[in-house]
Every structure is written in structure tokens, then in C-alpha cells.
């Protein structure tokens, strides 16, 4: 079955005459009479259901569920978060401005919203763990990114040194990526960017040489994290270095804040000054962004310096408005399942998952950086199967697989690089084990295969390679295979058993 295209059902009233039935109301003197306003009572008052209000639009809704349901989503950064969540996200919290802080508001109304943020924050140093009288929390960030920036502009001042894992080798556009042509990160445009890289035989970091750099260019900041690093950081030698450089050290945990909580993963916050993170990935909440700070830095260079004040400044007003207080909310519900050991169990399965699907990938011969995973994601390595990462991302589009194609250490290229970066945590929000996982390596390896034979006749060049995907009988092939296992897994936040396009294709 093909995808359906989009037919405008006819509605309870007709739309257009609706429209101008209200300009000419609005262009009347004297005022519209009340029968015309009750007339139209559910348009004035925005009770309308979407699938009224806009049928396009609901209908590219139905379409995105389908493609999440019958589909797998292996993007390390993606997961589905639950219902709760999305009833929060889609509330009345969403039509009120709090601009300010609890109890320090600039608009007035705002005592309900006061209660949500002071229990999101509360419930977030619970999670993790943290003494109130030690740690303190923004959670007003609209994501990571910034969430990052607003942690850089409480620390630092314009052209101050940072060091950040390179892009390629695993790092993250917001801690300071530049290319020899192009600073492409803000981050680099404002401060003075130097990467630290990983081993070329290992894939892991050379802590050897960061601080060999460290000492030599003594940043003011230096940042652990990453969006494709599949092993755990020495935080302990991170502060060490940083310590030795006089910088701050800054733990961008964003892919792993959920494993961190649910002690599956390493803790920096023994070691940090500042910790932030989405909270979307590992974490299964809404898409916004945290930050943590210690309310004296370990860092000698913060002595004196009001973390709370600085970081909290930076947020608001320094880069934002007003918060988002849907998200807030939604954050806020997500945090209280974090704490829960049913959240616990879900995170080990993440990792047992994830080295289930790097293991079973190996026995078909691919190569993984670091040769295994000791988290979420798995970071595949095609270039000695002389295929690129591009490639990948599209053939496996035509199959209902979802991943991205990435950077791995050596690439010149960003856009087209030779990996591909595959995750857990969705799927394992389906309810996937290790052993379907393993299907889903044995779907990967089916994949790349074809994939091999289609550039056998096209050659190497993108622009060839892509037409020849089109109605391909064996992608076709593989694609109802994946449909028809995926499809037997349930999926949170929905009811698949009500979507307008249940019908696999």
C-alpha cells in the first residue's frame, strides 16, 4: 500500500466561507450581532480538534506516527517519550509568560507556574543525586545547545580559550568545532577554540596528549562530552588536567544523562563544575535542556565568582526570554519516572542492547569504533567496506530504518563522512531485547550489502548512487521485513491501534 495522499475531508463547516464570514463580521458597523458570534461558537474559542481545524496538517500527523510505529528508529539522540509527557507539552502551561526565576517573576499570574519550576528542580538534584546545599539547577534552557552557550557566557569571557573534543572524533558543533575555512560553531566565533582528538589506533581518548595541549594553551574552560563517543570518560583525569590548567571543566552529558541517574554510567559530578545536558536522549523526557553548577566551583579560578548568580544571569536575561513553561512541565514529570527502578532497569537495557547490536555487527565483519560500546550508541565505521555514512542514511530511508550518517576520526568531511551512528535507547523504549537487536544488526548487514551491489553499478558518486534506490525490488524486500517486525512492537506516547494508517505498505 502506498502512502496516502491528502484529500481535505469536508468538514462540519466549510472553511473558507467560515473565514470570510468573520472578515466581513470584523469589517461591520455596528458590532456582529450574537447570533452571528454563536454561530461559530468552537472557532472563537479555540476548541476546534486539529482534525477539523487543519486536516492537512493532522494528516501529516497520522503519517509521522505510522513512520515511528512500522519503523525502527535507531538515531542515538532520538527516543519516545510518554504520554504524561506529550499531555504536558501540549497543555494550558504552554500560554503563560513567567520571564524571571521563582518568586522573581516579571508578570504577574505566575504562582502556579512558580510551584512547577521549583519542583522541577527539585525533583532534577534528586535524580541525580545531588545536596541542595552544594549543586544547584537552571531548567529553563530550551535545549542543549543553549543550555551550553548560556554555561559558556556565565564562565567566560568574549575570545577566552576552551578545549572540547574534536567533531570527527566524536565531539559536539557547541564545544568549539571550526574547519580551516569556517568557524561553524558559535561557540568558536565567540571564544578561541582549541580540540583535543582521539587515539588513531584506539578511537579512545588520548588523554596523553589533551594534556600535553592543555598545558600549553591553558584554556579557561575544558569540556567532557560528546554526541558519538560509545566509551566511558576519565573525569577524574579530566579534572586533573584542568586543574593543572587553571580551567574550569565543564561535563556536556547530554547523550548519557539518563544512564548517569540510573548509575549505568560513570557520575562527573564529583568531579565538574558545571554539568548540563538535553533531556530528551537517554534521559526519555521532552526536548529542553538542563544546567547544574556547583555553588562554589571546584576550579580555582572560580573563587568569588556567584555560580548561581553568573549561570542563572546568563540563562535569563542574558539569552533568553521567557521560559518555556510546557517543557518545564514535562521535564518535570519525566524526572519523577527517572527516579524509579522501573527507569533504572530501562537504562541497563539500553547498554545491554547496545552491545548486543556492536557485537552481533562485528560477527558479520563490520568494524566499530573502539571495537564495542560501553553505553547507548554504537559508532559504525564503513569506510573499509568502501562505503560511506551518506549512502548508508539513504538506503537505509528506503527500508523504514532511521540513523544518521557520521564523522568518524580521520574524515575531511562532515557532510559526507565515512560512519554511521546508531542507538538503543528508542527502540528500547519499544521494548526491544538483546535478541532483537540482533535482527536488527542482521537487517543492518542485509542492507549494506545491497547497498555494495547497487554502487558495483553506479559508482562512488552520491549523485549516481541515489535514483538507483527508487522501487529497488531487494530494498523493497527488506523494507516489509523491517515493517513487519517493527509493527509487532508496541510504541509509547500513542495508541497504534488508532492511527488513521495502521496498514503496513
Avoid at 108 to 125: H, P, Q, T, W
Avoid at 198 to 214: F, H, M, S
Avoid at 356 to 381: I, P, S
Amino acid at each position: 500500500m502506498s502512502t496516502p495522499a491528502f484529500t481535505s475531508p469536508l468538514p462540519l463547516y466549510n472553511a473558507a466561507q467560515r473565514y470570510q464570514a468573520l472578515r466581513q463580521t470584523k469589517r461591520r458597523s455596528p458590532p456582529a450581532t450574537p447570533q452571528m458570534v454563536i454561530s461559530h461558537p468552537k472557532a472563537l474559542t479555540g476548541n476546534i480538534p486539529l482534525r477539523e481545524q487543519d486536516p492537512e496538517v493532522h494528516h501529516l500527523l497520522e503519517l509521522e506516527k505510522s513512520r515511528q510505529w512500522r519503523g525502527l528508529e535507531l538515531i542515538a539522540s532520538e527516543n519516545f517519550t510518554s504520554s504524561a509527557v506529550l499531555e504536558c507539552l501540549g497543555s494550558v502551561f504552554t500560554n503563560k509568560y513567567s520571564e524571571g526565576y521563582p518568586g522573581v517573576r516579571y508578570y504577574g499570574g505566575n504562582e502556579v507556574i512558580d510551584k512547577v519550576e521549583s519542583l522541577c528542580r527539585s525533583r532534577a538534584l534528586a535524580a541525580f543525586d545531588l545536596n541542595p546545599e552544594l549543586w544547584g539547577v537552571n531548567v529553563q534552557p530550551y535545549s542543549g545547545s543553549p543550555a551550553n552557550f548560556a554555561a559558556y557566557t556565565a564562565l567566560l569571557n568574549p575570545h577566552d580559550r576552551i578545549m572540547g573534543l574534536d567533531l570527527p572524533s566524536g565531539g559536539h558543533l557547541t564545544h568549539g568545532f571550526y574547519t580551516p575555512k569556517k568557524r561553524v560553531s558559535a561557540t568558536s566565533i565567540y571564544f578561541e577554540s582549541l580540540p583535543y582528538v582521539v587515539d588513531d589506533t584506539t578511537g579512545r581518548i588520548d588523554y596523553e596528549d589533551l594534556q600535553r595541549r592543555a598545558r600549553a594553551y591553558r584554556p579557561k574552560l575544558i569540556i567532557a562530552g560528546g554526541s558519538a563517543y560509545p566509551r566511558e570518560w576519565d573525569y577524574k583525569r579530566f579534572r586533573e588536567i584542568a586543574d593543572e590548567s587553571g580551567a574550569y571543566l565543564l561535563v556536556d552529558m547530554a547523550h548519557i544523562s539518563g544512564l548517569v541517574a540510573s548509575g549505568i554510567a560513570d557520575n562527573p559530578f564529583e568531579y565538574a563544575d558545571v554539568v548540563t545536558s538535553t533531556t530528551h536522549k537517554s534521559l526519555r523526557g521532552p526536548r529542553s535542556g538542563i544546567i547544574f553548577f556547583r555553588k562554589k566551583a571546584l576550579a580555582a579560578i572560580g573563587d568569588g565568582v556567584n555560580m548561581e548568580t553568573a549561570i542563572n544571569g546568563a540563562v535569563f536575561p542574558s539569552l533568553q526570554g521567557g521560559p518555556h513553561n510546557h517543557q518545564i512541565a514535562a521535564l518535570t514529570v519525566q524526572l519523577k519516572e527517572v527516579a524509579t527502578e522501573e527507569f533504572r532497569k530501562y537504562s541497563k537495557q539500553v547498554v545491554s542492547n547496545a552491545k548486543a547490536l556492536a557485537d552481533q555487527l562485528m560477527k558479520h565483519g563490520f568494524k566499530l569504533v573502539t571495537d564495542g560500546t560501553d553505553n547507548h550508541l554504537v559508532l559504525w565505521d564503513l569506510r573499509p567496506n568502501d562505503f560511506s555514512g551518506s549512502k548508508a542514511q539513504l538506503l537505509f530511508d528506503k527500508c523504514s530504518i532511521t540513523l544518521n550518517k557520521n564523522a568518524v576520526h580521520g574524515d575531511k568531511s562532515a557532510l559526507n563522512p565515512g560512519g554511521v551512528r546508531l542507538g538503543t535507547p528508542a527502540l528500547t523504549s519499544r521494548g526491544f531485547t538483546e535478541d532483537d537487536f540482533r535482527k536488527v544488526a542482521d537487517f543492518l548487514d542485509r542492507g549494506v550489502k545491497i547497498g555494495l551491489k547497487i554502487q558495483e553499478n553506479t559508482g562512488k558518486k552520491l549523485v549516481d548512487f541515489k535514483p538507483r534506490l527508487e522501487n529497488h525490488p531487494e530494498l523493497e524486500s527488506l523494507r516489509r521485513d523491517v515493517e513487519a517486525f517493527a509493527s509487532t512492537f508496541d510504541i509509547p506516547g500513542f495508541d497504534a491501534q488508532k492511527m488513521d494508517y495502521r496498514e503496513l505498505r
